[in-house]
């Protein structure tokens, strides 16, 4: 997961840049030197760009997939179902002045087409389109990473008409403990509000197959 300046201020800061000598120091800021940083970048997400801030390196970076047609079997459908997705992601790494990973933010918008034929005539779809963090309990360690994600978590759409499954709020996955929810879900028009339950209480494959069979089909799922 700023601030403006006005009238006299920003005037001060202007004549204050332009009287002040500038050091050689400050002409040439330091690079990063990212053979250091813990964990290493992910490299799906270069080129990386890293600029070294007074609290230790920032690295920004994105990612982009595209998949193509193939068969799936996962949600145990009456019907076969063929699959491709879309995912634009973008990342920001914060580190430590000892080079050390303590938070990352994420916006992510994701989306699988569902269709029942090879084509992808008629797709249905499942939609992610969230902000989360990751700050670390334990700097550099990303096993300790504890996961915050805010938006829409889960849409499953057919072609025409509502959604049949939609979760939207906040989805904490802490590295420790189980993941809990707050937020509104929708099933078939229905929504409940939820605050700070066990997100597999309210949230079960069960659930989401069945929404995704009747999106791609019109027919639940056969489990």
């Known amino acids: 997961m700023s601030r403006t300046r006005t009238g006299a201020l920003a005037l001060a800061g202007t004549l204050l840049a332009v009287l002040t000598p500038v050091s050689s120091a400050q002409a ?28 230790g390196p920032v690295c920004t970076g994105e990612r982009h997939l595209e998949g193509n047609f193939g068969i799936i079997e996962d949600f145990g459908c009456s019907v076969p179902l063929w699959n491709t997705f ?26 699988d087409f569902l269709s029942t034929s090879p084509t992808g005539q008629g797709a249905a779809t499942i939609d992610t389109h969230v902000r989360f963090t990751e700050p670390f309990a334990a700097p550099g360690d990303d096993t300790t990473r504890t996961i915050i994600s805010s938006g829409t978590i889960l849409e499953v759409r057919p072609v025409t008409g509502p959604a049949l499954l939609r979760i939207v709020g906040t989805l904490v996955e802490p590295w420790n403990a189980s993941a809990t929810f707050s937020g509104n ?26 929404a995704v069979c009747r999106a791609a089909t019109g027919l639940g799922a056969a489990l």
């Open 28 to 55: 040439t800021p330091s690079t990063v030197d990212e053979s250091r940083l813990q964990p290493a970048l992910s490299p799906a997400f270069a080129p990386w760009d890293c600029k070294l801030k007074t609290t």
């Open 86 to 111: 879309t995912s634009d992601r973008y990342q920001t790494r914060y580190y430590d002045q000892d080079y050390r990973n303590v938070d990352r933010s994420f916006r992510t918008k994701d989306t």
């Open 185 to 210: 879900i929708t099933v078939d028009g229905v929504t409940t509000r939820y605050a700070d339950v066990p997100y597999d209480s309210v949230f079960t494959f069960e659930l989401f197959a069945d």
